[in-house]
């Protein structure tokens, strides 16, 4: 008889996650809008605090992330308490799945949800069960009828990613309040400051004890090379989550960087400025291109084409041009491609590139 390891249970259903491209063959140069990055890069005060850190790398890091939790409840209005950092808002989905999920469990995800939520659930040996969208949006009531006796979690993006759409807080109270209190509803604001008006869940998380907010430092303050994201929560949910969590999950260079982003609030309040003029332009040019567009409330926007042909042509013909934008056809959205907002000159060009095209082909 042969033995051989063998991998727990649903560990071989998941699909590699599919990155943004960031090369062109024969390139050097490339406009990036695949992973919606800040066109602008991090903050200046941001990239002093990451040199800064050099000559004291033979230093552990701290274990509580008390000053970088100390900032971020500074600077947002938060109980430091009950937040937790780690590396990406991607390690904080997957603490959430490991602690609150397993064999046997259900994981609620929507159809074109981020797909780390599947990978996160399977990992943890869960179920997850996909969701129908209604017109790229969040459809509350489909969740609340999906939900059974082994729910135990429910992951939505509020902006949500590929769509930039969200629901509005009534929405996402009637799904809080629809929810049996053991199944905890996870609102994933990696790009809630894009969003004007909106808090990311946070008061919503401090009026219950079943709902938990995740936030990135990858997309606002540029920093998706560093890899810090955090989550707030309920403080027994705090508690449960640091027991999984590595002690040295972040370093100090990642610390540092992130507190002199946060704390840099002239810095970020530009990026949102900038990012909400360019991309109404580009929502704009877009429509007048004769493409759909729906209103985005993120940091790219998501244009459909008349079929998944033409997504393809188009997502080639940019790259032709040295500008990658992401195909979402994984997120059930063949016909469309995802575009993050660049800075003015690529928001010109995307829109030369495929009017060139549209006007190539009529
Ligand atoms: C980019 C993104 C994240 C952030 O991931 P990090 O691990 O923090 O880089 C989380 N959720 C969604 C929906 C995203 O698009």
Known sequence: MTRSPSPQPGIMEIKLYQGGASRVEGRDQVIKLSSNENPFGPSKAAQAAFAE????????????????????????????????????????????????????????????????????????????VEVAERERVVDVGAILAAVTERTRLVFIANPANPTGTMLPNVELERLADGLPPECLLVLDGAYAEFAAGYDGGAALVEARDNVVMTRTFSKLYGLGGLRIGWGYAPRVIIDVLNRVRGPFNLS???LATAEA?????????????????????????????????????????????????EANANEARLRGEGILVRKVAGYNLPNCLRITVGDAPDCRRVVAVIGAGREAAA
């Open 53 to 128: 850190t050099a000559a004291t790398l033979h230093r552990y890091p701290a274990t509580d992330h008390a000053d970088l939790r100390a900032a971020i409840g500074a600077v947002r209005g938060l109980d430091p308490d009950r937040i937790i950092c780690g590396a990406g808002s991607d390690e904080i989905i997957a603490f959430l799945c490991q602690c609150y999920a397993g064999p046997g469990c259900e994981v609620i995800i929507t159809e074109h949800g981020f797909s780390m939520y599947r990978i996160s659930a399977l990992a943890a040996g869960a179920t997850p």
């Open 261 to 309: 982003a946060v704390r840099d609030e002239a810095y970020a309040a530009w990026y949102i400025g900038e990012n909400a003029r360019l991309r109404a332009w580009l929502t704009g040019a877009l429509r007048d291109l004769g493409l759909g567009c729906d209103d985005s409330h993120a940091n790219f926007v998501l244009a459909r084409f008349a079929s998944e042909k």
């Open 252 to 254: 100090a260079t990642q």
